[in-house]
């Protein structure tokens, strides 16, 4: 079986998608892996499993969005666990 083919994407547009915020709040509100998963596009699948993982890895305490706009800290923090490896 091969792998999906993958392009770079900019953390900024990660942390805007819908995908990233649901598997953030799933996370901070406690809820399962989301059911419909296998459903969505590999691009979400992605983006969902990051806002997992930044929820747990931020302790659900850095908001990635403020109202509209991306958290600066948030961001500056997800670019450190990136570029660490703690998050894919």
Known sequence: MSQVK???V??????YS????LGYKE???GLPFNSDYD???SADQW???RGRQFAILSGGKQPPKIGKQVN???LLNYA???YNGEII
């Open 80 to 82: 450190e666990l990136n």
């Open 72 to 74: 600066y800290q948030a």
């Open 47 to 49: 983006s969902y499993e």
């Open 18 to 21: 819908r995908a990233f915020m």
């Open 6 to 8: 993958t392009k770079g």
């Open 27 to 29: 996370v901070v509100n």
């Open 10 to 15: 900019r953390l900024k547009t990660i942390m």
């Open 39 to 41: 459903k969505w596009k």
